[in-house]
């Protein structure tokens, strides 16, 4: 009875626990279903696009500032998010920008697998930077009103009195347009001008308001043709706005953050790196399948890490569980662990620090590498803004032009084999690759700025002025059309120099129209360059070009204040004023406007007074005997320049006094001609008939020609003080030497030998000769063959059984296992290696070509600098000839002339009208052309100086992008007085360390 009632106790209590098992597994299938769930999810998931960004941006940081140790190439102006006011400024999420709006045929041909997002459909502009350049724009306008506020109340001081200092004078083109006469009325208006800028003052004379002030204005309303507010910028302002707002430029910022990318994979691959995985299988099969029934979950899991020596050695460490629950036989639920462990250290082929470190000690070059070319191209970027010569665009970087260019990398075509050096093939495990390799270079593809065509600053605003003069040269043609029609009416001319004077004016239109189009072609070229949109109206400040426009108002002013006086002269033809024509002509000599502030003016009274004191015979005999002394001077020089010697200066000196005296001397025996035949006891005397008036006329003239070569030498004079006014072309000096003026070899010497140590692109390709020779030793060593030692230890736990952590003891295996492998097939690795062998060679033969083109550079330079230089001087007086040219064409011209001969009485022989035409016309198409050729040559000696001193490395920019120019002035100073000796040209030493 007892045992009775013990055994169903027995399997009640069996079947009981049975139940209470499925029980709580069927309670526990959907909790273990959706946490299996959850946590695949996760696992496939991972972090958010917002913290691999963040990471990615932080371990770039700290490279970078790894990276920043050395001044000649400090990562400067670098960012990798667009600037906010830059016009590609992009506030929205970066990780979920909205959709920019698409192609509407590529919207309506194609699927649709993306919505737009939370963001919407918009295109993102910045626009920042117009109200930085409106605030520009304001300062600009306002220091030009401030300075041309200063020139005016200047203009309208008192004139000096005579018995003070002679000092700088101020002169109107009012006043002189007054003593014109009627027949410059027309020329009033440009008495009203305003200065568009400050007038740089010359030791006597001031420029007043002349007519290209006049062009300028009607110039820049004909290039305003947009009809919007226009802009004006500086170059620096310039320069300060590409360096937020070029599209090249930010595309070198990524390049710079893209190229710290690989060293951040590289130093994570020698890393001890983490891994875990995890598998979870449900499992169901009914009965009559091959398995027999079941009902399963079955879980794996492994975890472990990987990493690799410098050695080329790799550990793997990977333990792995596998847990089944059997929901029809709780009791066959099992958990199994296994840890391998496996250490690899190859010690012929992909071992030793030489090949394991490789891609390591690249990744870190190729930065330093970017780092320095981002640099230079901040120098590179200066320059083509400033001068539209920064180099050639190549994709998205600028390079200089023809020089240094690195022809590719030096193993293309040696990775055929597919053996990175370093990266050695995983061991298979279970559960995913542990090991992150180092990649391959330049996997990455971007896409770069459009390239534009290069239109430099300086280069358009040569052609604004360009465009400037021809609207001045428009003018004076259209005054001088006027004049000769006058002269048509007075039967002067007659309708065919008329017409040769329309016909150039119409030529200079065409120009205008020509020069007008080149300027807004320009114009919109440079605003692609500084990224700024095409409807924007901007203008350069032609600061730059100031000095020089104002030389070439004190020149006009000369030409016009000269015209003034011979005018007011010439006004005192009437037979009334005869009487008064000594004194009046006195009073002009001392009191016009072209005289005041010269010597001239403060020594006529004396010397004249000296011819007016002698007699009639002692005044022929003293002219007879300086024309005898200025003849044998004459004489002596024409001997010396056969033996190719000039005359002392004494002797040059005293030749142009007796010219001086002999013009003086001449226009008083003129004149007392002249007074002798038509005053008689104080009043005029009047000539018997017409032809006697003619021959009045006649002798008017002489004395008035006589008196205009005596007033040459206030005309002189005012010259003098224009010559000495030229503003100087900017010094260019290294190391103390300047390397305009000194002597050419010591110049070529010291900038060859700059550009050697100091331009970063060189140090790129000096440092790349040593990474085609450190390949050498990588290829060789994959000729080698296979020699392994591998260390394997596995250890699990009991199989069968539900005790993961029982692991070790007689569970545990240990292996070691040499691997070998004959060389017997290295047709590739031979292959490769030769090819690396030749590639060495071409790199050494690249750093020598590169040093050659570096000096080659830095001389072509020199001498387009020099020869800048002198055309300088030459176009100073080709300049002076040409106003000279149409100085003396007008006095021909304008020159009083007789009245028509009465009926009956012959006409008066003419003075050659379409000759003095055709003078003038060639005089006034020369003014413009010297005009743009000086200031071409200033223009192309700036942009010769950027280019050296950009290739010198002597370019230090501001935080702005703008260059500091002023230390390299005061390098001129280092030496001065003490000669250098000429160095000789070296190659920079080379070697561990070294640059």
Request: charged share 20%.
């Amino acid at each position: 009875m007892a045992g009775r009632a013990k055994k169903p106790h027995v399997q009640g209590s069996r079947w009981n626990c049975g139940a209470r098992v499925q029980t709580i597994l069927s309670l526990w299938r959907p909790a273990l279903n959706l946490a299996l769930a959850a946590g695949l999810l996760v696992q496939a998931v991972g972090c958010s696009r917002w913290f691999y960004r963040k990471k990615a941006d932080d371990e770039v940081a700290e490279v970078l500032a790894q990276k920043d140790k050395y001044p000649a190439w400090k990562i400067d102006n670098w960012h990798v998010y667009p600037d906010p006011r830059a016009r590609f400024a992009d506030p929205s999420d970066p990780d979920r920008p909205p959709m920019p709006p698409d192609d509407p045929a590529a919207y309506n041909l194609s699927p649709h697998p993306q919505k737009p997002g939370k963001g919407g459909v918009e295109r993102i502009e910045g626009t920042g930077y117009l109200e930085l350049i409106a605030q520009w724009d304001k300062e600009n306008r306002e220091r030009l009103a401030e300075e041309g506020a200063k020139a005016s109340i200047e203009e309208i001081e008192p004139p000096v009195p005579e018995e003070q200092e002679a000092g700088p004078e101020v002169h109107t083109v009012a006043r002189a347009v007054a003593k014109k006469g009627p027949a410059f009325e027309q020329d009033t208006a440009f008495a009203k001008a305003d200065p568009t800028g400050p007038v740089k003052d010359g030791p006597m004379l001031k420029a007043p308001p002349q007519r290209d002030a006049i062009a300028e204005a009607k110039a820049r309303s004909l290039l305003d043709i947009s009809g919007r507010p226009t802009y004006m910028l500086t170059l620096d302002q310039a320069a300060e706005l590409a360096m937020f707002n070029s599209r090249e430029y930010q595309d070198q910022r990524e390049s710079l953050y893209i190229a710290a990318l690989p060293v951040t994979q590289e130093r994570f691959a020698f890393m001890a790196q983490f891994f875990a995985a995890q598998e979870a299988i449900r499992a169901y099969s009914g009965r009559e399948t091959a398995e027999g029934q079941r009902s399963n979950w079955t879980l794996n899991n492994g975890t472990g890490f990987s990493k690799i020596l410098p050695t080329g050695a790799l550990l793997l460490l990977n333990f792995s569980n596998q847990t089944v629950f059997d929901f029809l036989n709780p009791k066959r639920t099992t958990s199994v662990s296994t840890l391998n462990f496996n250490a690899i250290q190859p010690l012929l082929r992909g071992g030793g620090k030489a090949v394991a470190l490789e891609p390591l000690t690249q990744a870190e070059r190729n930065l330093l590498y970017q780092i320095r070319t981002f640099a230079r191209f901040r120098k590179l970027l200066y320059v083509e803004i400033a001068s539209n010569n920064g180099g050639a665009i190549n994709g998205s970087a600028f390079q200089p032009s023809g020089v240094l260019a690195n022809g590719g990398g030096i193993n293309n075509g040696l990775t055929a084999s597919g053996v990175i050096p370093g990266v050695i093939p995983p061991v298979p495990i279970t559960l995913g690759s542990p090991l992150v390799p180092p990649p391959s270079p330049g996997a990455l593809a971007l896409l770069p700025a459009i390239t534009p065509a290069p239109s430099g600053y300086l280069n358009t605003m040569l052609q604004k002025i360009q465009v400037y003069i021809d609207q001045e040269n428009i003018d004076v043609l259209s005054n001088i059309l006027l004049r000769y029609r006058g002269l048509q009416e007075g039967d002067v001319v007659q309708p065919l120099q008329v017409q040769s004077v329309e016909q150039q004016l119409l030529s200079g239109r065409s120009t205008l129209l020509l020069d007008q189009t080149q300027y807004l072609q320009a114009l919109d070229a440079f605003k692609l360059e500084i990224g700024v949109p095409m409807k924007l109206s901007i203008e350069m400040d032609d600061t730059v070009l100031r000095p020089l426009m104002n030389q070439f108002r004190r020149a006009r002013a000369i030409i016009d204040n000269e015209h003034a006086a011979v005018m007011e002269a010439s006004n005192l033809i009437p037979l009334d004023k005869a009487p008064q024509l000594r004194a009046e002509l006195l009073r002009l000599f001392t009191t016009s406007t072209l005289v005041k502030g010269t010597p001239f003016t403060k020594t006529i009274r004396g010397r004249w007074a000296e011819w007016e004191k002698m007699s009639p015979k002692d005044l022929d005999a003293r002219l007879k005997e300086l024309e005898n002394e200025a003849k044998m001077l004459l004489d002596k020089e024409a001997e010396l320049q056969k033996k190719g010697q000039l005359l002392s200066p004494a002797d040059q000196g005293r030749l142009r006094v007796i010219n001086l005296q002999h013009d003086l001397g001449s226009f008083e025996k003129a004149l007392r001609q002249y007074e002798a035949a038509y005053v008689e006891n104080g009043k005029p005397k009047k000539p018997a008939d017409a032809a006697g008036e003619r021959q009045r006329i006649r002798q008017f003239q002489n004395v008035i020609s006589s008196w205009q070569k005596v007033l040459v030498e206030a005309r002189d004079d005012q010259w003098a003080a224009v010559r000495a006014s030229w503003p100087e072309l900017p010094r260019c000096c290294v190391d103390g030497v300047d390397l305009v003026k000194d002597d050419l070899a010591r110049a070529q010497s010291v900038g060859g030998q700059h550009a050697l140590e100091n331009r970063l692109d060189l140090m790129n390709i000096r440092a790349q000769v040593v990474d085609a020779w450190r390949q050498l030793a990588v290829f060789a060593n994959a000729l080698l063959g296979t020699f392994t030692v591998q260390y394997q230890l596995n250890a699990s736990s009991p199989v069968g059984m539900a005790q993961p952590l029982n692991i070790g003891g007689s569970g545990n295996m240990h292996q070691l296992i040499l691997n070998t492998q004959l060389p017997l097939t290295r047709i590739q690795e031979r292959n490769n290696y030769r090819a690396s062998l030749i590639a060495f060679q071409r790199q050494r033969r690249t750093l020598q070509e590169a040093e050659d083109l570096a000096v080659q550079a830095v001389q072509g330079q020199l001498y387009l600098l020099r020869q800048f230089a002198e055309s300088y001087k030459l176009q100073q007086r080709q300049l002076e000839l040409a106003y000279l040219t149409i100085d003396n064409s007008l006095e021909a011209l304008e020159a009083p002339v007789a009245p028509p001969a009465p009926p009956g009485l012959p006409r008066a022989a003419s003075d050659g009208p379409a000759a003095l035409t055709q003078q003038l016309l060639a005089a006034q198409r020369s003014l413009p052309t010297a005009q743009n050729a000086l200031l071409s040559i200033w223009i192309n000696y700036l942009n010769a100086r950027l280019q050296l001193y950009r290739d010198l490395e002597l370019m230090p920019l501001d935080a702005r992008g703008v260059w500091i120019d002023e230390i390299r002035d005061c390098d001129c100073g280092i030496n001065d007085g003490q000669p250098l000796p000429v160095p000789e040209l070296l190659p920079p030493p080379s070697g561990p360390g070294m640059k």
